[in-house]
């Protein structure tokens, strides 16, 4: 039995490629036969280490002790990562990243927009944000000291990438299309509120972001904000 949210909530959770099994019984017979599609060693272990920890969530999130292999993470068309149970849609929708040999999964209930991702806190340089970023980001990013930068760019990026996967579009969209608006607060290890607003559209992401080690986490959701629960705070009892 595990202690399961009695409120709608996003569970989350952060995974070290160093948890990963070296084997691959852990991954269905449609996902060994997707791997063996991958030809790159990069791409190969960045896809296992997103279905790990994706499958880590999702036992965190249904009541029933699921074994890994019990569960599914096929991608949709546009890329995005869908949940099968006994090769069935499941009642839930994710959201998944991976960056520096971490794995970043979110879980909510089905029909919600959301996005997640995560970055390796490491400087980019100043080309980058009149790039990819807004006129009202590349404000926000300026007015923080040199050595907040780097957080500042990386959390703005990330909290675009977040907003660009619930959009289920990805990069195939103009970044500059979705506005971040964060307030930076210095404390590791704590949700931080931010926006995000879609430009052209009516309508808004409400979102946080957080510091873990050397990563940058966000999350966005297009509903009102719901709680967020780590995964490692579903006890089994
Ligand atoms: C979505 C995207 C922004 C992620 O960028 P990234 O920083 O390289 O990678 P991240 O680790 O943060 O996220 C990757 C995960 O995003 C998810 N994702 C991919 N496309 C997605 C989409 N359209 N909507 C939501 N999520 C998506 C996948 O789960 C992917 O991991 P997986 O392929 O191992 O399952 C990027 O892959 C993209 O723009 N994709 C759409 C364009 C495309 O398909 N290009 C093909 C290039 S050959």
Not at 21 to 44: A, I, M, T
Not at 131 to 146: G, H, M
Not at 191 to 204: I, K, N
């Amino acid at each position: 039995m595990k202690n399961q949210p009695s409120q709608p909530a996003i569970l989350w959770h952060l995974a070290h490629y160093v948890q990963l099994p070296e084997d691959n019984h852990w991954l269905s017979p449609r996902e060994q036969e997707v791997l063996s599609g991958l030809r790159f060693e990069k791409r190969r272990n960045d896809w296992r280490l997103g279905r790990w920890t994706a499958k880590n969530a999702l036992r965190g999130y249904f009541p029933e002790n699921l074994s890994p292999a019990d569960i599914e993470i096929i991608a949709a068309e546009d890329g995005a990562p869908e949940v099968f149970l006994g090769g069935q849609p499941a009642p839930c929708v994710i959201s998944l990243s991976h960056s520096g040999g971490r794995g970043f999964c979110v879980v909510a209930g089905e029909g919600i927009a959301l996005g997640c991702d995560v970055e390796m806190l490491e400087p980019r340089p100043e080309i980058f944000r009149e790039d990819y970023f807004t006129p009202e980001e590349q404000r926000q990013v300026a007015a923080l000291s040199a050595e907040e930068q780097t957080l500042g760019m990386n959390l703005v990026w990330s909290a675009k990438e977040s907003a660009l996967k619930a959009l289920r579009e990805g990069l195939r969209r103009d970044t500059r299309s979705v506005s971040v608006d964060f307030r930076y607060d210095p404390r590791p290890e704590t949700w931080h509120p931010l926006l995000v607003t879609v430009q052209q559209e009516a309508r808004r992401f409400y979102g946080w972001w957080r510091v873990e080690n050397d990563v940058v986490l966000t999350v966005v959701t297009g509903t009102s904000p719901l709680p967020l629960i780590s995964c490692t705070d579903i006890k089994r009892s």
